[in-house]
């Protein structure tokens, strides 16, 4: 069973930044798309970013586009989300994400592993 555990967030003032991490264990990291979502107060879980297995492909939600960088490091099997000139609604709780197989893109609905999540909050 896939474990997955996020860390690297925290706070800071708009326009710094952030690198959160995911650690896979417990399947072949190799074989699973890889992405990241968040959960604002009072809103419903979005889309931010995805990775293919072997970072040929990513795919960023338009508000983060140029902003945001996702890598991945299937030699120790880590996803990792660089986050630069940060906005106050960035603000949310971060969630590791994973979907096995190679299709790509990838539908929401099959991401199916999450991490516990980590906060993210921005000040103005």
């Known amino acids: 069973q896939m474990h997955l555990e996020e860390s690297g967030g925290g706070l800071v003032q708009t326009g710094g930044s952030l690198r959160l991490s995911c650690a896979a264990s417990g399947v072949t990291f190799s074989r699973y798309v890889m992405g990241w979502f968040r959960q604002a107060p009072g809103k419903e879980r979005e889309f931010v970013s995805a990775?293919?297995?072997?970072?040929?492909?990513?795919v960023y939600e338009d508000s983060v586009k140029g902003r945001f960088t996702i890598s991945r490091d299937n030699a120790v099997n880590t996803v990792t989300l660089q986050m630069d000139n940060l906005k106050p609604e960035d603000t949310a709780v971060y969630y590791c994400?994973?979907?096995?197989?190679?299709?790509?893109?990838?539908?929401?609905?099959?991401?199916?592993?999450w991490g516990q999540g980590t906060q993210v909050t921005v000040s103005s």
């Open positions: 994400s994973a979907a096995l197989g190679s299709t790509w893109p990838r539908p929401e609905s099959s991401f199916t592993s």
């Open positions: 990775i293919n297995w072997n970072g040929g492909n990513v």
